[in-house]
């Protein structure tokens, strides 16, 4: 339901854009959101979006390098990565946001509930 393109390798400094394409319920969810893992560490948030694309969400790290977008026409979410530096590596996750919970919910890992498979950055130096 939630699949998750556009990882790979790139040098510091540089940028991917990520996108994350849904089925149409999926999709219709109150917001979608991008999450990443370090290896042997929990899912962390990194951006999300709302429904309707009006409320966007970033984590300080990303805040001034990355960019949430989403295309409803298209059912995909995008992840605009700028100026990655190495500690950006990791395995980046998309996920559609549960229903009924408040704005501060979408930042919270437990909010999401339906996940894709992940797709590998990998930032070199």
């Known amino acids: 339901q939630v699949k998750e393109s556009g990882g790979g390798l790139v040098q510091a400094g540089g940028s991917l854009r990520l996108s994350c394409a849904a089925s149409?319920?999926?999709?219709?969810?109150?917001?979608m959101g991008w999450f990443r893992q370090f290896p042997g560490k929990e899912r962390q948030f990194v951006a999300a979006v709302d429904r309707n694309g009006d409320s966007t969400y970033y984590s300080n790290s990303a805040k001034g390098r990355f960019t949430i977008s989403r295309d409803n026409a298209k059912n995909t979410v995008y992840l605009q990565m700028n100026s990655l530096k190495p500690e950006d590596t990791a395995v980046y996750y998309c996920a559609a946001k549960r229903p009924g919970l408040p704005g501060a919910a979408f930042t919270v890992l437990s909010a999401y509930d339906v996940w894709g498979q992940g797709t590998q950055v990998t930032v070199s130096s």
């Open positions: 149409g319920d999926t999709f219709d969810s109150d917001g």
